[in-house]
């Protein structure tokens, strides 16, 4: 399985709002698209002030990452959604994207302890 870990930092005093829209309004969307959501949330620790938050989501592999990115940011539903909003928000985002296993991935969505 492959597990895309992305960060954000966000504009000051957006990250409540990026995180419910995230939360209530994204997530829902990602998963009606067939997108698996480990977790999204504030970060604990922000960098050098700056308000940061994450979102993990897991893929069966890099062909279906591509694939399933390219069709839910080209849909109706992100563009005529929540887009603009979470966009809004965002300052700068990192992406990384590694292998995983099914078990690391549940224990992630669990919040359980993988060390």
């Not at 960060?7 to 698996?36: H, Q, S």
């Not at 990384?96 to 224990?107: C, G, L, S, V």
């Amino acid at each position: 399985m492959i597990l895309e870990i992305r960060t954000y930092r966000l504009k000051p005093g957006t990250r409540d709002e990026f995180v419910r829209l995230m939360r209530n309004v994204a997530v829902p969307l990602l998963t009606d698209a067939g997108i698996d959501t480990v977790r999204c949330g504030p970060s604990l620790v922000d960098e050098d002030g700056n308000e940061e938050a994450y979102l993990i989501r897991a893929f069966t592999d890099l062909q279906a990452h591509e694939a399933q990115e390219t069709a839910f940011y080209g849909s109706d539903a992100w563009r005529s959604g929540p887009r603009d909003a979470i966009i809004g928000c965002i300052e700068s985002y990192h992406s990384i994207t590694i292998e995983a296993t099914a078990t690391a991935i549940d224990a992630l969505r669990s919040g359980v302890s993988l060390l």
